[in-house]
């Protein structure tokens, strides 16, 4: 008749002109729903939003427009209508039709929708007010939860560390421990990650002002540095238990959701089990008290990280306030000995015109005056570390830089040397034949571009890389072993020859002629497998290729 049907949509009607089908990106989370908070309209979103996720019943465009004026925030109909569709194709609101005052068809497929936030909407807006708009506090770190929280799991391991994991060892004391564990645990990391996030946040900033300057001091001096030494040690007693207790994880994680009033909701997949009762949870407590990699490892690398910058911030305010620099602590020496005698003197030292006053001394005469003239003034002699090291600093021209002429071709001829021995050590490699002994110049040299190439991805049946000016390619035989001989070690290479060239040439004509024969195929694997052993004789039998192989003791 013209007319399509009808669909319902969470227990309205809807015209499949409506029906916005399912995203086709990819995008199977909550990803897009985080795109409203990041729009240049973000504001208009973030207050709808606001309104939506606390009212308890679906909301009308009229409603929430009336909603949002309430709050100060006064948006047309037709706006609030836009914003709300564009909010619905991102996924944070869901919507239904409202025909409970519906009296003719004509009115069931109006836009007379009414609108609610999603789950995933719900908890993006919650993050938002949470986390993102909120100031964040550094809370006081519970060193008594982390006490808590070892005794229990050292508790644990004493009473089951002994025997074979049996569900029938797990009583009500166990389990009581483990809710106990798992409390802590949380309170505990929540207050270590705010303590962080405040630690990083100051740490990374240099132009802190002298009131924040001092909040990062007193959090490193003060605080965090016994609260990290506390994690330190509470983290490693943690990781023997939790070492101890890894062979019963599964079965605490059984018993507490056996012990849990809705076992039933969680076996049918309708609620998930609180923290400690899946195998994972206890996972993430190891991972969360391991010495190296865990919270608290990484915690006490966030105060090494801090020290330079509260440092470099103590520092700047210092040279800013005036009090760094010698005629600024020369004035605050004098007011502090403010005396007829040496206060005077100290003073015009600071601030006249003459640098030589600062060399301090005492003159034998006694009848001077006061303040005498530095010409007709008693002859005070120079110290003699001063004299022989030191530099006044007199105006004018400044001194003449070192002469390091000598120094610079000292180091010149040493590079040179070095380098003329190189290309030696390249001549040798380069015409020498596969297996052919090296003196140990070359080999090393050798040995450099060798361990490149193995380290390079195989191309057909090569590999090939470059050191020093040096290349090596790997062919791929599949039998037999290459060798790398130097007079006191080689290099064994099971299944591959290597051929030393200059880079972006081919070998010389003499190392392709010892591959004449050889079948070459395509490498397979992903690592090159080889071994150096000691080499103490020319004299020494050629070690089987096929004890080699299935060992692999090293591979680059």
């Not at 949380?186 to 990374?204: N, P, Q, S, T």
């Not at 801090?306 to 440092?311: E, K, N, S, Y």
Request: overall charge neutral; glycine content about 8%.
């Amino acid at each position: 008749m013209g007319q399509a049907a009808v669909g319902v949509v969470d227990g309205g009607v809807v015209s499949p002109a409506e029906e916005k089908p399912a995203a086709t990106d990819g995008m199977t989370d909550a990803r897009k729903v985080v795109g409203y908070l990041v729009r240049p309209e973000s504001s208009e979103y973030i207050a709808i939003m606001d309104v939506l996720e606390g009212s308890v019943t679906d909301l009308t465009v009229a409603e929430i427009a009336a909603a949002l004026a309430t709050s100060g925030v006064r948006l047309d109909a037709r706006l609030v209508e836009k914003r709300l569709d564009a909010l619905k194709d991102m996924g944070a609101v869901s919507f239904r039709s409202d025909t409970s005052h519906a009296r003719r068809y004509a009115e069931i497929l109006a836009r007379n929708w009414r609108y609610t936030a999603s789950p995933a909407g719900r908890h993006v807006q919650r993050f938002y007010r949470q986390v993102l708009a909120g100031t964040v506090t550094a809370r006081e770190i519970p060193i008594v939860s982390l006490s808590r929280i070892v005794s229990h799991l050292e508790q644990l391991a004493t009473a089951l560390g002994k025997g074979e994991p049996d569900a029938g060892r797990l009583d009500a004391a166990v389990l009581d421990a483990v809710s106990t564990v798992f409390t802590s645990h949380d309170d505990l990391d929540a207050a270590l990650v705010g303590a962080e996030d405040a630690l990083i946040g100051l740490a990374d900033r240099f132009d802190l002002d002298e009131e924040r300057t001092n909040d990062l001091k007193g959090l490193l001096v003060d605080y965090a540095t016994r609260v990290a030494a506390e994690l330190d040690s509470g983290s490693a007693r943690a990781a023997a238990a939790l070492v101890v207790l890894q062979p019963w994880f599964g079965l605490l994680a059984q018993a507490a959701v056996d012990a849990s009033q809705a076992r039933d909701l969680i076996a049918a997949g309708a609620l998930s089990a609180s923290r400690g009762g899946r195998a994972e949870d206890w996972e993430g407590l190891r991972a969360w008290f391991d010495t190296r990699t865990g919270r608290a490892a990484r915690f006490s690398l966030r105060l090494v990280r801090a020290l330079p910058g509260m440092h470099a911030n103590l520092r700047r305010l210092h040279s800013s306030a005036g009090t760094a620099s010698t005629r600024s602590r020369a004035l605050a020496l004098a007011r502090a000995v403010l005396t007829p005698e040496i206060g005077v003197q100290i003073f015009q030292a600071a601030v006249g015109d003459h640098s030589w006053r600062k060399f301090y001394g005492q003159a034998d005469e006694d009848d001077t005056g006061r303040n005498p003239s530095w010409r007709g003034g008693p002859q005070v002699p120079v110290p003699t570390l001063l004299r022989t090291v030191g530099r006044s600093g007199p105006r004018g021209r400044g001194a003449a830089p070192r002469d390091d002429t000598a120094a610079k071709a000292q180091v010149a001829e040493a590079r040179a040397r070095r380098q003329a021995g190189h290309q030696r050590a390249l001549a040798a490699v380069l015409a020498s034949v596969p297996g052919q002994p090296l003196d140990e110049a070359a080999a090393r040299a050798a040995l450099a571009a060798l361990m490149a190439a193995a380290r390079t991805a195989a191309n057909g049946p090569r590999r090939t890389g470059t050191s020093g000016g040096l290349a090596c390619t790997l062919v791929h035989t599949g039998s037999g072993t290459g060798i790398l001989n130097a007079p006191t070690w080689r290099v064994l290479l099971p299944g591959r020859i290597p051929l030393f060239h200059q880079p972006g040439q081919r070998p010389s004509t003499a190392a392709l002629a010892a591959l004449a024969g050889t079948t070459t195929t395509d490498d397979p694997s992903a690592h090159t497998p080889l071994r150096i052993t000691p080499h103490t004789s020319p004299n020494t039998p050629e070690v089987d290729t096929s004890d080699l192989i299935p060992r692999q003791e090293g591979a680059a």
